[in-house]
């Protein structure tokens, strides 16, 4: 894997990300947004981007709390803080390099073992999705409409965890990898995996995480309320709840997509709910859609670009490049 080969993807990523965008436009009538942008009241920015920040910090934390109960003591702060921002710009391209490249660069800089690390990933996904759907059930109870779709969430999250817990399937599992010819070598990696995963997903550990994840996702949820604050929805309780009900469930939505940072898939959704609930036009709501993905998604996806440039120069090579090479078979 060429660096050239991780650019030609994220410029793809971002020409589709502009795509979404312009079919924004041509939703909501680029004379229509103009006229909303200049109506939008930008002195909210500021707490809007300090919200999403709000967010990565805490989910940051989360790592940290991760990197402890794996036993992963070792991390300068640094290079904690890199690595896990640094994940961030992986979002928006295909084929969930982000994840795998936080392994990589505690295997790089510290000698951690990716059948350690990788769990923690996983248990990020899945505890954010857990604060997310108790975020959304919130918005549920007032507007009656998605349940079986944060059930069936709900669902795959608690069988992910009971895997993980029911200690004599596992190891049926295991011992049946060990026994297939395409899997014996690997025994050893998923036996450490599941040693793993099994003190993430302890009861304590979940209850911790998932509080995180429902605080952090909170922050991001406020900061689509002062978006629609902004562009003269009236301030109510009710406005509350819609804003991180919208960007909760759409969130939801976008990550069990297929398509990197759930591309169109968000926006759609923001867009539909924010005239459907929040009873904006469809020139505001568009808008909306437009404010809210560069200040959370484009946000982030800005900061993860300078940790990883940061970790390209201390490391003295291309990590992405390294990350990709690692990861195919020999």
């Given at each position: ?50 919200l ?23 991390v ?9 921002f ?70 795959l ?43 993430l ?34 301030h ?89 090479a ?5």
């Amino acid at each position: 894997m060429k660096s050239r080969s991780f650019r030609t993807r994220l410029i793809l990523s971002l020409f589709f990300g502009l795509a979404v965008f312009v079919g924004l436009l041509l939703y909501g009538d680029i004379s229509g947004i103009g006229s909303s942008l200049a109506r939008f009241r930008w002195s909210l920015l500021p707490a809007i981007l300090g919200l999403t920040l709000f967010n990565y910090v805490v989910r940051f934390l989360k790592w940290q709390y991760y990197l402890g109960l794996a036993g992963i003591r070792n991390v300068r702060l640094a290079d904690s803080v890199n690595i896990f921002f640094a994940g961030l710009v992986m979002t928006i391209t295909p084929g969930k390099l982000g994840e795998w490249l936080k392994s990589y660069l505690l295997k790089e800089r510290y000698g951690t073992p990716v059948s350690v690390s990788a769990p923690i990933v996983l248990a990020e996904r899945v505890t954010d999705a857990y604060g997310m759907i108790l975020l959304s059930s919130l918005g549920l109870f007032l507007f009656k409409d998605g349940w079986v779709f944060v059930i069936l969430l709900s669902a795959l999250g608690f069988a992910i965890t009971a895997m993980f817990r029911w200690r004599p399937a596992a190891r049926w599992c295991i011992g049946a990898a060990g026994r297939m010819p395409l899997l014996r070598r690997h025994t050893p990696f998923i036996a450490s995996f599941y040693e793993s995963a099994y003190t993430l997903f302890s009861p304590r550990a979940l209850a911790i995480s998932v509080a995180m994840g429902f605080v952090s996702w909170l922050g991001e949820g406020i900061a689509m309320y002062f978006v629609l604050l902004g562009l003269g929805a009236p301030h109510s309780a009710e406005l509350i709840v819609q804003g991180v009900f919208i960007l909760s469930v759409t969130s939801l939505a976008g990550a069990v997509a297929i398509l990197p940072g759930g591309l169109g898939v968000v926006e759609g959704g923001i867009t539909g709910l924010a005239q459907s609930l929040v009873g904006l036009s469809r020139e505001a709501a568009a808008t909306a859609t437009l404010i809210i993905r560069i200040g959370t998604l484009w946000f982030g996806v800005a900061i993860g670009l300078v940790a990883l440039v940061i970790l390209t120069r201390r490391m003295g090579r291309n990590v992405v490049a390294d990350a990709e090479a690692a990861r195919k078979p020999a």
